[in-house]
């Protein structure tokens, strides 16, 4: 805020928020770029009144954001943190550490945008069945994806082993998986959230997994971040990184010359 009256352009990653205090002090603000795809730490709504134009990278980090979706979901499924800790421990065991196969699973995706559509191209190689929900995605897509069409939320829920979500944060998405929601699973199902905090409720995830409801979770993304101590991060049921999904060489170097 200090220095920001001598500059006509501002550009942020996650972690700096961009609100109506800074946009006030930017006098000669012109552009506010968001270095990711999201920007929903920034004051879109004030930043228009201002006449303030809100700029994003939305494809750079598509095909990393997609991957460590893969990677969350096949640790979660193949208890691979806990088994890696229990070696370094010392410790040889298998028996606890049975996991699951994603041969033939049903993977339900919500959001069909960039990076679910990627998520779905990626678990036709692990030979996953692939129902997806988006309202605002034309149906040709969901063909050229190999992505059956849900017809609602609760039907996507209702049919899926594994959901794993891929929408922006909006007022519409926030907490739009709840407790209720998410109990319409099939029991022993996987959770994968590598979009944005807030739109699984956290209080009902966790408490679906301790109810052994939900099998596991992968979760990389929180309401309220940076979250160093969230109950998840101790939690048996849950893989938990801290918003890594666009943290790989590859993307940083694209989203920066962007």
């Not at 939305?58 to 193949?78: C, G, K, M, W, Y």
């Amino acid at each position: 805020i200090r220095i920001l009256p001598d500059f006509p352009a501002v550009i942020t990653r996650s972690q700096t928020g961009v609100d109506r205090d800074v946009i006030d002090a930017g006098t000669q603000l012109r552009v506010i770029g968001r270095a990711a795809i999201g920007v929903d730490n920034i004051d879109l709504e004030y930043a228009t009144k201002k006449g303030i134009l809100v700029v994003n990278v939305p494809a750079d980090n598509v095909i990393s954001a997609a991957e460590h979706t893969f990677a969350l979901l096949l640790a979660a499924a193949r208890k691979l943190p806990a088994a890696a800790s229990s070696l370094k421990k010392g410790i040889w065991t298998r028996k606890e550490f049975e996991g699951l196969e994603l041969y033939g699973k049903v993977l339900g995706i919500v959001g069909l945008g960039k990076v679910g559509s990627h998520v779905a191209s990626i678990a036709r190689g692990f030979s996953m069945q692939v129902i997806a929900y988006d309202p605002y995605i034309s149906p040709d897509k969901f063909e050229r994806f190999g992505a059956s069409r849900a017809a609602t939320l609760m039907d996507l829920i209702k049919s899926c082993d594994i959901l794993t979500v891929h929408t922006p944060k909006t007022r519409e998405t926030v907490g739009m998986l709840d407790y209720l929601n998410l109990k319409e699973l099939k029991r022993g199902a996987i959770v994968i959230n590598c979009a944005r905090g807030g739109i699984l409720e956290e209080d009902g995830l966790i408490r679906l997994v301790s109810e052994g409801h939900i099998r596991a979770a992968g979760v990389d993304v929180f309401a309220k971040e940076p979250a160093p101590n969230h109950p998840m991060h101790s939690h048996d049921g849950f893989v938990c990184t801290p918003h890594l999904g666009a943290s790989t060489e590859e993307a940083q170097y694209r989203v920066a010359r962007t």
